[in-house]
């Protein structure tokens, strides 16, 4: 093969790749990425937030997707999706398992600390479909500097953009995973407080095309390029999720919970809760995934 020939294929790959995620089958993302779902009345199962697996038994997400009174977990039943990257074709190796508690720091309000952990009544079968867990930082040092080359991905909305009138506007949600390349950016005080790490997108060509996370990718994660270790969640708390100047939740001053809860060291700083059960144990691929129509409404 003449090498130039071998360079374009390549290229090609790339291309493709980084436009919709998927080759022929193959999965292009490291997929610690995972949906969270429920079933709607009208009997399809909807995407609408994102998290990290840590373990074969525990989820990583944020507490705003759980809340919306920023006090009290919504009873509602939540099953897991992983190992795929397209949610309305679940043939190729997507895994469910439904949620059996819900862990999160005791507070005065949910959101000062806005991380969650999930654990999964059934384990996800490691290293098996894809799937495998998310490097953590390591202890005791910064996970990132200003500047650092970052990764989002996310089940999110597809598209972004500022209108005529310069209205910030998005949607449709797609059953893809996508990905989308930032850089963290220096701290705005008042846009990006103390345990919040800000990132800008690198993918778009001016500020009317936007890329990076928005409706839909709430929970995800925000990896470093390269290692891919975890080092946020993606998080919309009181400000738009969508827009230029992306926020996540610092992960590194949450390992303790984290190791307290994946190794069942549950302390009086930390408040858990049964999640609503409804029993779709080998039935939920029998629901078809919502789809979201470019007027954003929800259909089958």
């Known amino acids: 093969m003449k090498p130039w020939v071998l360079l374009?294929?390549?290229?090609?790959?790339?291309?493709?790749?980084?436009?919709?995620?998927?080759?022929?089958?193959?999965?292009?993302f490291h997929l610690f990425a995972v949906s969270l779902q429920y079933i709607t009345k009208k009997g399809c199962s909807r995407h609408y937030c994102g998290g990290s697996i840590l373990d074969d038994r525990h989820i990583l997400t944020a507490v705003t997707c759980l809340s919306?009174?920023?006090?009290?977990?919504?009873?509602?039943?939540?099953?897991v999706v992983a190992g795929t990257d397209n949610?309305?074709?679940?043939?190729?190796?997507?895994?469910?398992r439904e949620v059996e508690t819900i862990f999160v720091i005791k507070g005065s309000k949910l959101s000062d600390d806005n991380v969650a952990i999930l654990r999964l009544k059934r384990p996800l079968p490691l290293r098996k479909?894809?799937?495998?867990?998310?490097p953590l930082p390591p202890a005791g040092n910064s996970s990132f500097e200003y500047g650092t080359g970052v990764l989002m991905q996310?089940?999110?909305?597809?598209?972004?953009?500022?209108?005529?009138v310069g209205q910030l506007v998005s949607g449709p949600m797609g059953p893809f995973l996508k990905k989308a390349h930032g850089i963290v950016k220096d701290r705005d005080v008042s846009k990006c407080p103390d345990g919040r790490i800000c990132v800008t997108s690198v993918g778009f060509a001016n500020e009317n095309v936007l890329e990076g996370i928005c409706d839909g990718d709430e929970g995800g994660p925000l990896v470093k390029n390269y290692h891919h270790i975890l080092i946020g969640i993606a998080?919309?708390?009181?400000?738009?999720?969508?827009g230029i100047y992306?926020?996540?939740?610092?992960?590194?001053?949450?390992?303790?919970?984290?190791?307290?809860?994946?190794?069942?060291?549950?302390?009086?700083?930390?408040?858990?809760?049964?999640?609503?059960?409804?029993?779709?144990?080998g039935l939920f691929n029998d629901y078809p995934h919502c789809i979201q129509d470019v007027e954003n409404h929800w259909t089958e």
Request: include cysteine.
């Open 8 to 28: 374009f294929g390549l290229y090609l790959f790339d291309t493709i790749e980084n436009s919709i995620g998927i080759i022929n089958g193959r999965r292009s």
């Open 68 to 79: 919306r009174d920023n006090r009290t977990i919504q009873d509602r039943p939540i099953t």
């Open 87 to 96: 949610l309305a074709n679940r043939s190729e190796g997507a895994i469910d």
């Open 129 to 134: 479909y894809y799937l495998e867990a998310v």
């Open 154 to 164: 996310g089940f999110g909305v597809y598209q972004q953009f500022h209108n005529e």
């Open 235 to 242: 998080t919309s708390e009181r400000n738009p999720i969508c």
């Open 246 to 281: 992306q926020r996540f939740v610092e992960v590194a001053p949450y390992l303790g919970f984290i190791e307290n809860v994946t190794s069942g060291g549950i302390d009086d700083t930390i408040s858990s809760q049964k999640a609503k059960q409804e029993d779709l144990e």
